[in-house]
């Protein structure tokens, strides 16, 4: 099996945008990044032919049957189950020095909305930009952990 080189930050981009219900993919061959939602996956095992149905259709699910058909050719990237931002927000809290901004934000991320008081918080504190320096840093990790499991190289 080929093994590609990727870039690190195309990776670390598409495990950042994906959604409930999509599944993406890492092509071996060609090192392109395909999303495709679950319910096309299953019509594309389902189904012997697309051609029945409207090329509209056909275009929608041509990911998803190759995907199907050449499933040796692709790795998975982590879902977002697997991608717990969560886990993120509560250790970047208890990495942060001044105890002050450490119990503010670790009282914000209890309970429902945990996300949006987190944000706001980060935001008046004034400290939005080393949390996002900590989740790129979480991201690149699981990226690279991923790229090794994978056989996958990459570079940065």
Not at 34 to 40: A, D, L, P
Not at 93 to 118: E, M, P, V
Request: proline share 1%; charged share 30%.
């Amino acid at each position: 099996m080929l093994i590609l080189t990727v870039q690190l930050q195309y990776l670390i981009d598409e495990m950042d945008m994906q959604f409930e219900g999509i599944n993406t993919y890492l092509n071996r061959m060609t090192g392109k990044i395909i999303s495709v939602s679950e319910e096309n996956l299953r019509t594309a095992e389902e189904e012997d032919s697309i051609e029945h149905l409207p090329e509209w259709q056909q275009e929608e699910l041509e990911d998803a049957v190759d995907i199907i058909n050449n499933f040796d050719n692709y790795e998975q990237l982590p879902t977002t189950y697997e991608i717990n931002e969560y886990d993120m927000l509560e250790d970047f809290c208890y990495s942060l020095r001044d105890g002050r901004n450490k119990d503010i934000l670790i009282t914000a991320i209890q309970g429902k909305g945990a996300f949006r008081r987190f944000k706001d918080h980060i935001l008046q504190l004034g400290i939005e930009e080393e949390w996002y320096t900590y989740r790129n840093e979480c991201y690149k990790e699981l990226a690279i952990e991923w790229c090794k499991e994978h056989g996958i190289k990459w570079v940065e």
